[in-house]
């Protein structure tokens, strides 16, 4: 078992930053990927960002050039640096971890971004 603590979300304005943490505990060993979705008001949750364990990454287009995904092994969290947000980038950000069994979600971090 893997048990996820998320942390970070918030409200800011537009142009505004936050930075999300996502701590993982527990069989943390097997874990390979670490990645962030966002499911925006009346929307489907999407893949925001992801980052392997040798840490090769993947970004959505819509926040490539803003958002930097980090993880640091040692302390078994995954970080999601968000710079430039829009309003559009509001929605309940969600920490998610791939092992080599099963997949976990973390509870999910509010974030609201205001024009």
């Known amino acids: 078992q893997v048990q996820l603590v998320e942390s970070g979300g918030g409200l800011v304005q537009a142009g505004g930053s936050l930075r999300l943490s996502c701590a993982a505990s527990g069989r943390t060993s097997s874990i390979h990927t670490m990645a962030w979705y966002c499911q925006a008001p009346g929307k489907q949750r999407e893949l925001i960002a992801d980052?392997?364990?040798?840490?090769?990454?993947n970004y959505a287009d819509s926040v490539k050039g803003r958002f930097t995904i980090s993880r640091d092994n040692a302390k078994n969290t995954v970080y999601l640096q968000m710079n430039s947000l829009k309003p559009e980038d509001t929605g309940v950000y969600y920490c998610?971890?791939?092992?080599?069994?099963?997949?976990?979600w973390g509870q999910g971090t509010q974030v609201t971004v205001s024009s």
């Open positions: 998610y971890v791939q092992t080599v069994w099963t997949t976990y």
């Open positions: 980052i392997t364990n040798d840490g090769g990454t």
